[in-house]
């Protein structure tokens, strides 16, 4: 199936409506922590809600994000060479929304946001905070994959983080609590 996929794509062939369609209904079934991934480039701040973003290795600490390269972060991300990864917490679904729509004059207004020493904003009171130098990027169509190598991570003493599947925001799995309940459309 690999090889497949592999010889329609050498051969300059669309993906296709059918398999498109399959594909977006199976990553849907994929639940992923919510993140706004934020930078400062020129005396401006960006930032985007991101699911695309995984470790990559402990040694030396590493992750990885995926960023459309038609958003407005993704230029400034690769220029400033800093960002942070901003793991939202359960009741920051708002937020998450903020970020996540277009034509919003100053998303930073909503949220508790502050700079680092390096000054990259954060959320001051997000789940986590990983902060990151751009170590490499790689170009995929669409997209570019930058890896982070990080240099400082914050994070609550709870567990409770913001999740997306399925078109919506969940809850993660608190201490205590054994059950996923959607929130808000």
């Given at each position: 199936?690999?090889?497949?996929?592999?010889?329609?794509?050498?051969?300059?062939?669309?993906?296709?409506?059918?398999?498109?369609?399959?594909?977006?209904?199976?990553?849907?079934?994929?639940?992923?922590?919510?993140?706004?991934?934020?930078?400062?480039?020129?005396?401006?701040?960006?930032?985007?809600?991101?699911?695309?973003?995984?470790?990559?290795s402990?040694?030396?600490p590493t992750?990885?994000?995926?960023?459309?390269?038609?958003?407005?972060?993704h230029?400034?991300?690769?220029?400033a060479?800093?960002?942070?990864?901003?793991?939202?917490h359960?009741?920051?679904?708002?937020l998450?929304?903020t970020?996540?729509?277009?034509?919003?004059?100053?998303r930073?207004?909503?949220g508790?946001?502050?700079l680092?020493d390096?000054?990259?904003p954060?959320?001051?009171?997000?789940?986590?905070?990983?902060?990151?130098?751009?170590?490499?990027?790689?170009?995929?169509?669409?997209?570019?994959?930058?890896?982070?190598?990080?240099?400082?991570?914050?994070?609550?003493?709870?567990?409770?983080?913001?999740?997306?599947?399925?078109?919506?925001?969940?809850?993660?799995?608190?201490?205590?609590?054994?059950?996923?309940i959607?929130?808000?459309?």
């Amino acid at each position: 199936m690999r090889l497949e996929g592999e010889l329609r794509r050498k051969a300059g062939c669309p993906m296709g409506d059918a398999l498109e369609g399959d594909f977006r209904k199976a990553m849907r079934t994929l639940a992923s922590p919510v993140s706004i991934v934020s930078t400062a480039h020129d005396n401006c701040r960006f930032g985007m809600t991101a699911t695309a973003v995984c470790s990559l290795s402990m040694q030396p600490p590493t992750l990885l994000v995926c960023v459309n390269q038609s958003t407005s972060l993704h230029h400034p991300l690769l220029s400033a060479g800093r960002f942070c990864i901003n793991i939202l917490h359960a009741d920051q679904d708002e937020l998450a929304r903020t970020f996540g729509r277009k034509g919003i004059e100053d998303r930073f207004a909503s949220g508790n946001w502050t700079l680092d020493d390096r000054g990259v904003p954060f959320i001051a009171d997000a789940q986590a905070n990983v902060f990151c130098t751009v170590d490499e990027s790689y170009g995929h169509r669409t997209h570019s994959i930058v890896v982070g190598a990080v240099y400082r991570a914050t994070m609550r003493d709870a567990v409770h983080p913001l999740l997306y599947q399925d078109g919506r925001y969940t809850v993660g799995l608190a201490e205590g609590v054994d059950w996923v309940i959607p929130i808000g459309h």
